[in-house]
């Protein structure tokens, strides 16, 4: 995108917010980058020169804009649709390995050697991984400073730097301010006055492309919930996060233009990955424009898409715990996967403290179920060796699933595992690994809703008839299942 001048102009000058995140704007009289919807007068077509990243534009010598504030402009959501090399850096970068792995960790997830990441990133985006990773550092330092009363050395650490004057440099040269300054000029906004001031409690927001339709979002995920580990309160979904560094609770309420976000963390360094796993969760990088686009081409889906444009696909924060209450769910009804996944909660989860509501354990661990004695599992003998089999290859690491995940192989891996049919394995692909192409002609809800609309009911006649879907074949799950009357389609009152 950012080598088509002309487009991006135009994109500049009608202040497209669209493509926000998708390329920037620095300005070579200024040597300031904006996001293409910045609301200044556009400058001189001349002046203008496009990058694929915030990071390039650091890396170019530009600092960022204190009016549209670029890098906090949802991220590109061409890494969602992708899963070539480069993608699933991307997506590892953002999930912060790179701060605790460094980049041969970032390499050998990959399986490429760290000259040819490196390669690849500069020719696609301009920056290499440490370039990108430090990027992502100062917008979390930028965070940190303007919404929580840490010291600055902390905040430092917190953010991922090596050292207070390494934080330092990097604050004032990508915001041409020094760090007290930021702090400074955010307590006499106005926004900055009325936020939370709960002790160890992080207030932000997330933003996102409009439009954004919540109920199938937040409802799925409400509908859905395991007690301990997740719940709706007050109008917001709460859940537990197990990190690298600690745990944390986050709780996410849908807002006019963003997602008010609260995190309570053990550890302030896990800000990062926590931000990035609730984006993640909750489709915020999507671009809802161009999926609606391509569905509504297909005259029987144009109006459940005119009806409620901007569905998002419900996620997980964590794939490994998702593919565990995937198996949990296999022909039962929603209420009894979650009787299940509450049963395994209590039994191996870690617990924890919620002093602002009602969560009480981690969902456990891989390693935490690999010895679980299949007599105490209320399920039938040939689901409790699925579930045994799988939480073993989890924990042995010979099943991967993560953002590094190439789609068709652990699609291949998961189906080589028993009691693993294309349905477990697709829902698995689409709300674990974030493919947007992952399809469920299989499903019962589906085909109801395909044949109340005309479509083809069977799962090969549907899977044709869904060509002219693609890549967007996930989205179009959630608009089928929009149709019908279930909790997962309503925003809890």
């Not at 991984?129 to 010291?151: D, N, V």
Request: positive net charge; contains cysteine; glycine residues 6%.
């Amino acid at each position: 995108m950012h080598t088509d001048t002309e487009r991006c102009v135009r994109a500049v000058r009608s202040k497209d917010a669209r493509f926000d995140g998708v390329f920037f704007t620095a300005v070579l009289t200024t040597r300031i980058y904006c996001r293409p919807s910045c609301p200044v007068v556009p400058p001189k077509a001349e002046n203008m020169v496009f990058h694929p990243s915030a990071a390039s534009c650091q890396r170019a010598g530009f600092r960022a804009c204190k009016r549209c504030r670029p890098d906090t402009s949802p991220g590109s959501p061409e890494w969602n649709v992708r899963a070539d090399a480069v993608a699933r850096a991307m997506r590892l970068i953002q999930d912060g390995i790179v701060d605790r792995e460094g980049v041969p960790g970032l390499a050998a997830r990959l399986g490429y050697s760290t000259r040819q990441i490196e390669r690849q990133l500069l020719a696609e985006l301009g920056a290499g991984p440490l370039a990108l990773a430090r990027a992502q550092r100062a917008q979390t330092a930028r965070l940190l400073i303007e919404t929580t009363p840490m010291p600055m050395a902390e905040i430092a650490f917190a953010a991922g730097f090596s050292s207070i004057r390494t934080f330092n440099d990097t604050v004032r040269e990508v915001f041409a301010l020094a760090p007290g300054e930021l702090r400074a000029r955010a307590t006499r906004t106005r926004a900055a006055a009325r936020a939370p001031r709960t002790p160890g409690v992080i207030a932000l927001r997330l933003p996102y492309r409009s439009p954004l339709d919540p109920s199938n979002l937040f409802g799925h995920l409400a509908a859905t919930a395991v007690p301990g580990v997740e719940e709706w309160r007050d109008g917001a979904y709460r859940r537990t996060l197990t990190l690298p560094h600690g745990h944390g609770i986050v709780s996410l309420a849908p807002r006019s233009g963003h997602i008010a976000c609260r995190l309570s963390l053990t550890d302030p360094r896990d800000l990062t990955l926590a931000i990035s796993r609730c984006r993640w969760m909750l489709d915020l990088d999507a671009d809802p424009v161009a999926v609606d686009e391509q569905l509504r081409t297909d005259p029987l889906l144009a109006p459940l898409v005119e009806q409620a444009p901007g569905r998002r696909v419900p996620r997980t924060v964590d794939a490994a715990e998702f593919a565990v209450r995937a198996v949990l769910g296999q022909q039962v009804s929603t209420a009894a996967a979650r009787t299940h996944a509450a049963r395994l909660v209590a039994a191996h989860g870690v617990p924890v403290e919620d002093p602002e509501g009602g969560l009480t354990h981690l969902f456990p661990t891989p390693e935490a179920l690999a010895g679980l004695d299949p007599e105490s599992l209320a399920l039938p003998r040939s689901r409790r060796t699925t579930l045994l089999t799988l939480v073993e290859a989890l924990a042995d690491g010979s099943l991967g699933l993560g953002p590094a995940s190439d789609w068709d192989e652990a699609r291949a891996r998961l189906l080589a595992l028993p009691g693993f049919g294309p349905w477990t394995t697709e829902v698995i692909a689409m709300r674990a690994l974030g493919d947007p192409d992952a399809f469920l002609p299989g499903d019962l809800g589906v085909r109801r809703a395909a044949e109340g609309l005309g479509l083809p009911s069977t799962p090969a006649a549907l899977t044709a008839r869904a060509a002219r879907w693609r890549p967007w074949r996930a989205y179009a799950v959630q608009y089928l299942w929009a149709t019908d009357s279930h909790p997962i389609n309503h925003l809890p009152a």
